[in-house]
């Protein structure tokens, strides 16, 4: 949520509009989770794509609005398309995977230097978040970010921090934007988001899905609903629906049945979770905006610190991609724009071009993700 509100920020859509942002994803990925857990009787959740949202917030400032929302449901009805056609491996063969994952490095690397120009501007509530994370995180604790995010909210709560009196209570009231289509904030935009969300977040959902004893999801039929629940959503301000990966490592475990058929269930129960959060989207966007910067950033920061590690790793590796992924990371991170389009599309053309040139890679070959 923290990364949706920064990227709403930049795109100054204001409260309202990312109130209407929440509402859609959070309603999109709901109805979408109970729909797949009951068709096809697996824990399949979905959610927003938060390294889609992470992009977002380096780039969404240099579009009108209306196209970035043309850009989603452009990168939708592609996601459907994919669906519908069952090409899933082969489109994601197109890219190695490093270079896919030195982009998305890029892409977070500003949420990185967030955190650490937050400490001198808030030492009293950033310092005692990191010690809170570092803490907890060699303690085992699966979500470290939450355990520090709750003390930086509660620090700044009792420094008066915090403004309560912004909060307005009340159902969600989403915002339709009529999309525009222009081809700058497609190929700016829509195309990294596509990329970044079939990677990052299918690619490796469905992989927690196989290591939970589902060996064979139903990966068309997953994605083909994921681009219809964007599509519709799109208007809105959805950023794309797909596969979640941290909530889905909780309801495919044992934890959630010990009976794998029976498990289920718990997908279904998460998607009303979900729709719940929509729809008190208007009275979460509204705390948001009473929050310090100062602790937005530090949220932002750490929230994104395993994603960034896991992403920089990914991006080195592969031996024969190494390289690859190292530019695409800098081109990425480097916030230039180049013929109006911004660094996300120029990180994945550079890697790719790259790529292609390693030693010993096939004419046009690339690594798929597992999937």
């Given at each position: 949520m923290v990364i949706l509100q920064q990227a709403s920020d930049a795109a100054g859509i204001g409260v309202e509009g990312f109130g209407s942002w929440l509402a859609a994803v959070a309603i999109g990925g709901g109805v979408a989770s109970i729909a797949l857990s009951l068709v096809y009787r697996m824990p399949i959740m979905c959610a927003w794509s938060t390294p889609g949202a992470a992009l977002l917030v380096t780039s969404i400032a240099d579009y009108p609005y209306s196209a970035v929302i043309g850009a989603y449901v452009a990168a939708a009805l592609v996601t459907l398309l994919v669906g519908v056609t069952g090409v899933f491996r082969r489109l994601m063969a197109l890219v190695p995977e490093p270079v896919v994952m030195g982009v998305l490095a890029g892409v977070l690397f500003r949420f990185g230097v967030g955190l650490v120009t937050a400490v001198p501007d808030a030492p009293e509530i950033v310092v005692p978040m990191i010690a809170a994370y570092l803490l907890t995180s060699r303690l085992g604790y699966r979500a470290p970010a939450i355990v520090a995010i709750a003390i930086g909210v509660l620090i700044a709560a009792v420094l008066g921090r915090i403004a309560p009196e912004t909060v307005h209570a009340g159902l969600s009231d989403p915002v339709f934007t009529r999309p525009t289509f222009a081809?700058?904030?497609?190929?700016?935009?829509?195309?990294?988001?596509?990329?970044?969300?079939?990677?990052?977040?299918n690619a490796t959902g469905f992989g927690v899905l196989r290591a939970s004893g589902y060996s064979d999801p139903p990966i068309d039929g997953v994605i083909a609903t994921t681009g219809l629940a964007s599509l519709l959503t799109a208007p809105f301000g959805a950023n794309l629906i797909n596969l979640s990966v941290l909530t889905a490592s909780y309801v495919t475990l044992p934890a959630a049945h010990p009976d794998p058929r029976r498990r289920y269930a718990a997908g279904v129960a998460a998607g009303v979770i979900f729709v719940v959060v929509g729809l008190a989207a208007t009275a979460i966007a509204t705390l948001f905006a009473g929050l310090p910067s100062e602790l937005v950033a530090a949220m932002g920061g750490l929230g994104m610190l395993g994603i960034l590690v896991s992403a920089t790793g990914g991006a080195v590796a592969a031996d024969r991609y190494r390289e690859a992924g190292v530019v695409a990371l800098l081109v990425t991170a480097s916030d230039v724009t180049i013929a109006g389009i911004g660094s996300p599309f120029w990180g994945l053309v550079a890697g790719a071009v790259i790529a292609r040139l390693a030693p010993g890679t096939p004419h046009g070959a690339g690594e798929a993700p597992p999937a």
């Open positions: 081809l700058d904030a497609i190929v700016g935009i829509g195309l990294p988001l596509f990329v970044l969300t079939m990677a990052a977040q």
